[in-house]
Structure formats: structure tokens, C-alpha cells
């Protein structure tokens, strides 16, 4: 049996016995015969070392009964110490007898053959129970996962309002060494990006990478063999010149590392976290970096070094290096200019100059930036990303400075139309107002509040913003959760008709286009955080 054709065609081309049969002439019960031997060796592994040869296989695998030799004729080596050797990047059994046979005779005792050196090495295995232990190598494998704990964010302007963090973890195999990043959308633009940021933290690629099998990168894995990946996800394996080998699923131990650091991680990071109370993702994953980099630094156990340490010292340069330039996820979407100054991008406000009000652009979204085009395909804009949820970026030169000139959304409209309702609305429409930094970030809120007059009136609303006053809750999110219960009557149109709002609201004029609340109502797509 040609020993090495048939492991080539078992585990790079994922071909069952009964495949390799027809394709070698070999009988499928010997085929498999083989497989088992070699799956329960504890010397060969794949992939094979070059120098391995279908004669060494042979011997190893088909070894026949027989006695060790004994030390007073040959000599003995440290079976620990070829042990320690092998975890080195490219080291073989061969290459270690070779040098051991290389020394000759010494004190009358002649060196073991090369079958005699791995058997004895193959029993020392056996007696120190690592007979199924998968062998580490520098620079070889990263495992990725998420923390089983997840962490949540505080909205500044309602504490009622959390946002959920995940929390992404990426491990050396070899040197334990870790990254960890807070995630608020587990999507594969997200997934791309904390990638990204670990293999920029680590300062270079490994090998293999395995993740567990989360949808992002694994689309199925039914036996392992032969699993289907994120096309994305391949593509960004594939310009970082490395290989996705997902593990088994629900098989912890083929990502044992990144296992034991999610425990890790949350026994000793997160459980901190978890009473600290944060705002942003920016802020939240500056706290994880500062802990994460402490316990990289902590000795392990019974040890006088740390996974940085063995990190720097025996795995940092073997890694392959990163590529000029990340792998970069560009979402492309269609968004319109909304009269507040800005666009929304995954829950996030970003600010646009007066000139592009109402009009459609064309945004790409990568990893940092988001890129904005015009109607022609021009690059107009970038801004900086932000990953929190309901908050704006803005650059100042954006917001205008005397509102009563740019549009019928301003300070003096909201305040007037929330008096013609009752001193109570236009006191929690002034206090939302003054929550922003520009007071053009409040008005789709001013304006979701104010047209709950429509469906429960007049009356209702001025209720319910007493009361929203009265327990210091100034917000679209109360008033839209509480005002039903402030209705005194049977039926909504009863007290107040589109056409009797639009009368209360009157009409306005921005742009040489009249408007109407019943056409904005019609036509005004709001999002209200």
C-alpha cells in the first residue's frame, strides 16, 4: 500500500475509505485497518514531516513483537527531552535520532536504531497517559470563540435603554497568549473586524485558524470533513495566507486553549465588568484591553514566566506576516439625509453639511471609516465608525448655527408647537433638547413626542409629560411606553383628527416646498432613540 497517497487522499481531499479503495486498488477493510492505526499512533500525526517515508510508516504502524534492547548494550536518552524538542516548529522523531546516532559509541554502548528510539519514545507516551494529547506548535493555530457572559452598555439619555456586548476571544495555541473585544452586532462585517484586530495584536498570522462553529463562520458542519465556511470569511483567510479548520462540533477539545481562556477571561475580567456601568463600546473595550493585557502578563501557574513571555520568546517569530493592507468588509447601502443633519448607519447618527438635507447618498461601511458618495459616484465624505449604538458623530462644522434659516425643524418650532399643547409638553421638549450636545440631535425625538397629540391627544400628552417630568424621565422611550394610560376616552379620533392636528401644527416651508404635518406623517420615515 502506497501509505502516504492514501493519507493525502483521506485528509487533504476528505475521501471515505470506500473512495480511496476504488481509487488505489486497495481493499477497503485494509484501508481502514490502516487509518486506525495511524489515528491511534503515538508518533505519526498529519500532516507527515517530508522526510517521513512509506517505509517508515511501514515499521511504525506494523511494528512485530519484540523486546526493547537493553541499556547495558545501548544508549539511553531523555525520552522528556525529545518530548519538550518535538513541540518545536518542524522538529521530527528522524531528525532527533539523527543527531542522537550521530554521537556513535560512548562508553561501550552503541546507539539505538531509529525503530528501537521511537519505540522506546512511543511506550514513555503510553506510561505518561498523552497518548490522544494533540501536540502545539508555534505559530500554527489560532482558536477563536465567544465568552459564554456578556457585558451591556447604558444609554446616557435613558436608563432604561441596554445594549448587549459579546464578547469575541482569539488564542495561541501554543503560547496561550490572548486577544478579547466587545462586539454589540455579531454580524460577519463585525466578525471581519475583530479578526482584524486580533491578528493586529498578535503582529502576524498563524497557520490554521479554528473557530468555533458560529454562523458567521461556519455555515455547516455536519462531519467535520468536509464543512462549508462564510465566503467572506474565506476571503479574508485567504488574503492573510491562512486556513480555516473549523473544530468538531460540540467538540471542546479541539480549541482546548481558547476554551480554558473563556473561563478565564470570564472569571477574572468580566465578572469585574460586570458591575461597572459604561456608555459606549469604545469606552467598554478600553477596560477589557487594560485587563486583558495584565493577565497576559501573569505568570502561569507553578511557572516562572507568562503567556506574553513564551509568547515573545518562542512564538511572536514564527508567525507569518500580516499583508500591507487588512481585509476590509464593505457594506454598501442607500441612505437619505434626514432633516436633523445627519444619516443613520447601524443605529448611529452621522452629520452631513446643510446642502446635502433630503438628498440620497450612497454610504460604504468598513471596518473604521464610512465612506459617503454622491449620486455621481463621489467620495465626499469619510467619517470615523462608532460601534455605539444611538450615538452621533459629528463634525462640528456640520450643525448649523442660526437654525431659523436652514429648516422647519429647529429649537423656536419644537418649543412653539409643544406650547400650543400645554406648559408641561413644552418643558419636557426643552429638557430633551438640552441633552445634546447640538440641539439638532434631539429633534426626531421633539417630533416622535409631539405627534403622540394625533393618536391619544392633546390632553394625554400633557399628562403624561407631567409625569415624565415629575419622575425626572425626560425621554421619547417614556412617554412612548406610558402615554396609553393616560387616554380618558373611548376612541383616539373622537378627540383629534389628522386634519385638526395639521391645523394645530399648521403649515411650513423649507426649500420653496410647502408641507403639511399630514404629509409628513404620510411620508417622514423617523427613527426614534
Known amino acids: 500500500m502506497d501509505y502516504k497517497r492514501v493519507l493525502r487522499l483521506h485528509y487533504v481531499n476528505g475521501m471515505s475509505s470506500r473512495a480511496i479503495s476504488e481509487s488505489t486498488g486497495d481493499g477497503k477493510t485494509t484501508i481502514n485497518d490502516f487509518l486506525n492505526r495511524f489515528r491511534e499512533s503515538n508518533v505519526l500525526t498529519w500532516p507527515l514531516s517530508e522526510d517521513i517515508t512509506n517505509e517508515t510508516i511501514g515499521e511504525l504502524l506494523y511494528q512485530k513483537p519484540g523486546n526493547i534492547c537493553g541499556d547495558e548494550y545501548y544508549r539511553t536518552f531523555s525520552e522528556e527531552e525529545v518530548h519538550r524538542k518535538l513541540a518545536k516548529k518542524g522538529e521530527t522523531l528522524l531528525h532527533l535520532w539523527k543527531l542522537y546516532n550521530a554521537e556513535g559509541e560512548v562508553d561501550g554502548k552503541r546507539p539505538l ?109 455536519k462531519d467535520w470533513i468536509d464543512p462549508s465556511l462564510n465566503k467572506e470569511f474565506q476571503a479574508w483567510a485567504a488574503h492573510n495566507g491562512t486556513v480555516i479548520l473549523p473544530a468538531k462540533v460540540k467538540s471542546p477539545r479541539w480549541k482546548p486553549n481558547v476554551e480554558g481562556h473563556v473561563k478565564i477571561v470570564t472569571m477574572h475580567i468580566l465578572m469585574d465588568m460586570d458591575e461597572m456601568t459604561f456608555y459606549s463600546l469604545e469606552e467598554l473595550n478600553t477596560v477589557l484591553w487594560e485587563k486583558m493585557n495584565r493577565e497576559n502578563r501573569v505568570n502561569f501557574e507553578k511557572l516562572s514566566y507568562s503567556r506574553k513571555d513564551l509568547f515573545e520568546k518562542e512564538e511572536k517569530d514564527t508567525l507569518q506576516p500580516l499583508p500591507e493592507s487588512q481585509y476590509e468588509y464593505l457594506v454598501r447601502k442607500m441612505v437619505t439625509v434626514s432633516p436633523d443633519f445627519s444619516f443613520v448607519y447601524d443605529s448611529v447618527h452621522y452629520s452631513m453639511p446643510r446642502r446635502y438635507l433630503k438628498k440620497q447618498l450612497e454610504i460604504r461601511a468598513g471596518d473604521t471609516k464610512i465612506y459617503v458618495y454622491n449620486s455621481n459616484g463621489d467620495l465626499i465624505r469619510t467619517h470615523e465608525r462608532s460601534y455605539t449604538p444611538k450615538s452621533w458623530v459629528v463634525i462640528p462644522s456640520d450643525m448649523p448655527k442660526e437654525y431659523s434659516d436652514y429648516s422647519y425643524w429647529n429649537t423656536p418650532y419644537f418649543l412653539g408647537k409643544a406650547g400650543r399643547i400645554g406648559p408641561n409638553t413644552r418643558a419636557l421638549i426643552q429638557r430633551v433638547i438640552e441633552k445634546y450636545d447640538f440641539p439638532v440631535q434631539s429633534y426626531r425625538s421633539c417630533f416622535g413626542i409631539l405627534r403622540f397629540a394625533e393618536r391619544y391627544g392633546n390632553e394625554a400628552l400633557e399628562a403624561c409629560c407631567k409625569n415624565a417630568i415629575l419622575y425626572g424621565k425626560c425621554s421619547y422611550n417614556y412617554v412612548s411606553t406610558t402615554i396609553s394610560s393616560f ?21 411650513y416651508k423649507d426649500d420653496d416646498t410647502q408641507y403639511s404635518l399630514e404629509n409628513l406623517l404620510k411620508k417622514q420615515e423617523v427613527s426614534h432613540e
Not at 497518548?131 to 506548535?137: D, K, N
Not at 508555534?138 to 452598555?153: C, I, Q, S, Y
Not at 475583530?194 to 490554521?208: D, M, P, R, S, W
Request: aromatic share 14%; hydrophobic share 35%; glycine share 6%.
Open 487 to 507: 387616554v380618558t376616552f373611548d376612541s383616539p379620533q373622537d378627540h383629534n383628527t389628522v386634519s385638526e392636528v395639521s391645523a394645530s401644527f399648521g403649515e
Open 113 to 221: 536504531s531509529y525503530r528501537q528510539y521511537c519505540r522506546r519514545y512511543a511506550n514513555w507516551m503510553g506510561n505518561k497517559n498523552v497518548t490522544f494529547h494533540i501536540q502545539r506548535y508555534p505559530g500554527v493555530n489560532l482558536e477563536l470563540d465567544f465568552a459564554g457572559k456578556t457585558l451591556w452598555l447604558h444609554d446616557s439619555r435613558s436608563s432604561d435603554v441596554l445594549t448587549k456586548v459579546t464578547i469575541f476571544v482569539a488564542a495561541l495555541s501554543f503560547s496561550d497568549y490572548f486577544y478579547v473585544e466587545g462586539m454589540t452586532n455579531c454580524d460577519i462585517g463585525n466578525w471581519i473586524r475583530v479578526n482584524n484586530n486580533a491578528l493586529k495584536y498578535f503582529g502576524g498570522v498563524t497557520q490554521t485558524v479554528t473557530p468555533d462553529n458560529c454562523k458567521v463562520a461556519v455555515t455547516q458542519n
